[in-house]
Each structure stands twice: as C-alpha cells, then as structure tokens.
C-alpha cells in the first residue's frame, strides 16, 4: 500500500509543479555518460563514509560488511512497506551470521541509529542557521526552520535524559505508560526487570560513542555533506541554479521529508518538498524537478539494484561455503 502511494506521488509530480514527463525526460536524456558516471562515484564515496559510522557504531565491523549492511537494509526499506523494520530484520540476521552476539546487535542499532538521526538533525539545523546568515531564505523554508530547531530541541532533551539513570527510567516509563497497549498487557509491571538490562544498554552505547565519537563524528558528518554534494551536482547538470540558500534549504527539506514513513524512504514527499523549495526560490520547473528526481534516483532507486545484487552475492557465497563444507565433510 505504501509502495503504491509513493508510486502514485511520484508519478504526479510534474503536473504538481507545473511541468510534463516530457520535459522531465529531456533534461535528463541530456546528462551525459561520464557526468552520470561521475555522480556514481560521489554516490558510492558517500556511501564509504557512511561506513566509518557503522564500524564505529560496532567494533571488529569490517568495512565492506558494513556498506554490505547499509546497501541491503537500505535496498529492502526502499522496496517494500514496512521495509525499515524488514531491513533491521535483515541485518540482524547478517550479524548474527558473522559471529555477533545478540547483546551486541542491540547496542549497535541503538548507536548507529541515535548517531544517524543526531548527526542529520544538527546538520540541517546548521546548514539553515548558515544560509540565512548567507542571504535570504524562501518563505516556504521559514516554517521548516522552525521544525527543524524543534526536533534538534527534542534530540537533545532525550540525549539529555538519557545521561542519567533516573532519566532514562523515566523516559522509558514516560512512553510506555502512554501506550495502551502496554497497559493492557502489563509491560508496566514488568518495568523492574527491563530496566537492569535498559540501562546497561545505556551504559554500553555510552561507551561507545566516547570511545569512538571521531569515527562516528566523521562517517555521518561526510556522508551527509557528499549527499549534500551530490544534489547540487544534480541540480547543476539539469540547469537548476538557483542561490546556494535556496540549494542547502531544498537538500534539508528533502532529508527530512525522506524520513516520512507513510512511503518507502519518503518518496513522493521528499521531492514535491525539494522541488517546492527550488521553484520558490525562482528555478525552472522542469530543472528543479529533474535535477530532484536524478539525486532520489542515485540516493532511493540505485540503491535497491545494487543493495538486492550484493545480498543476493552474500547469500550465493554463503551457499557455495555450506556445499564445500558438506563436500570436505
């Protein structure tokens, strides 16, 4: 059902902005191989990056397991609903497959996913901060500054929770005495023997990111500033250049539109926000809309290919090991 939504907001997009598949085609028929080849490389180099977070997030995590990890997570939340969940699944799976115990898993989902959503939210809230020192931001930005500030307000009230015991506790009772379902089935009373294992959880994570806050700082920090990269770059080859305010607001509304679960990585909403943000600032229509759809091509599309390839690689070697092995048996 989300799949089909996204698919359907996609597909409305050029009459929302005032434009025809048409033009959309020919603006991008017109990017040339090598340019397109380039844009690939900035892709998989943010990809990379992206990987010193999670070997940091899960120590003894080697590099290519851990793009492995991101590419087939990220290839199964794009393609299916509910696919964030299935994807965790998945990697888990993988983990465990290597030789990662289950406690381990666990602290490494929290790190790498409170890392993740922190590392992002300070750089929209900064990049915002930056470009309306730089010049003036399009109005229909000023109410997405503001929604950034709150959610970094929030991050840091939780972080700020989750320094101490007594706040996590509290925290953690906070959300689960709101749901009703954990009242029906009594999670409440069984809060005493969670909160042992919660807090060293908590423990655990903190150790972590002290130990290995640079690998972690650095893999989020250069992952979003080569995505950030790679949608001007986009927007450049499609004729869409409008001011470098107008750039950073448009990249901020689309990573945080991207995170919308309603669709498979926020497709639909990611590039109506994005492109309305261009076309506020004076872009062509047509420019904006293509240079937004061939960043959420390399970014959303490219990678359920390229993630399902390797998991698919990763499964056959895996198979091929267990013959061999039955084989020398």
């Not at 120590?59 to 851990?66: E, I, M, V, W, Y």
């Not at 959300?175 to 379902?181: G, R």
């Not at 700082?217 to 992952?223: D, E, I, M």
Request: hydrophobic share 55%.
């Amino acid at each position: 059902m989300s799949l089909a939504a996204g698919i359907a907001a996609v597909t409305a997009l050029p009459r929302f902005v005032g434009t025809t598949w048409s033009d959309v085609a020919g603006l991008a028929t017109a990017v040339s191989p090598v340019a397109l080849a380039a844009l690939a490389g900035l892709w998989w180099l943010g990809l990379w990056a992206y990987a010193w977070s999670l070997t940091g997030a899960l120590p003894g995590l080697t590099r290519p397991r851990a793009m492995l990890l991101n590419l087939s997570g990220s290839a199964v939340s794009n393609a299916l609903p509910a696919g964030g969940a299935v994807g965790m699944w998945l990697n888990s799976t993988m983990l465990r497959r290597w030789g990662f115990g289950m406690r381990r898993i666990a602290d490494f989902t929290v790190t790498s996913n409170v890392v993740d959503v922190a590392g992002k939210l300070v750089v929209c809230a900064v990049a915002l901060a930056g470009t309306a020192l730089l010049g003036q931001l399009p109005p229909q930005v000023l109410a997405g500054a503001g929604v950034v500030s709150a959610l970094l307000a929030t991050v840091v009230l939780v972080a700020a929770a989750l320094g101490s015991r007594v706040g996590t506790v509290v925290l953690v009772r906070g959300v689960l005495a709101l749901s009703p379902v954990t009242r029906r089935t009594g999670v409440l009373r069984r809060l005493a023997r969670w909160r042992i294992e919660l807090l060293g959880v908590r423990r655990r994570v903190q150790q972590t990111v002290v130990a290995q806050w640079r690998r972690l700082t650095f893999g989020v920090l250069a992952y979003v500033l080569l995505q950030g990269g790679l949608f001007w770059a986009c927007l450049h080859l499609t004729g869409a250049v409008p001011t470098l305010s107008a750039v950073v607001a448009a990249f901020v509304v689309d990573r945080l539109a991207s995170t919308v679960p309603i669709t498979p990585g926020g497709s639909g909403f990611a590039e109506a926000g994005a492109t309305g943000v261009l076309l506020a600032a004076g872009a062509s229509p047509a420019a904006a809309l293509t240079g937004v759809l061939l960043y959420r091509a390399f970014v959303v599309l490219l990678e359920v290919p390229v993630g399902g390839g390797a998991l698919a690689g990763w499964l056959l070697l895996r198979r091929r090991a267990r013959v061999d092995l039955g084989v020398t048996a």
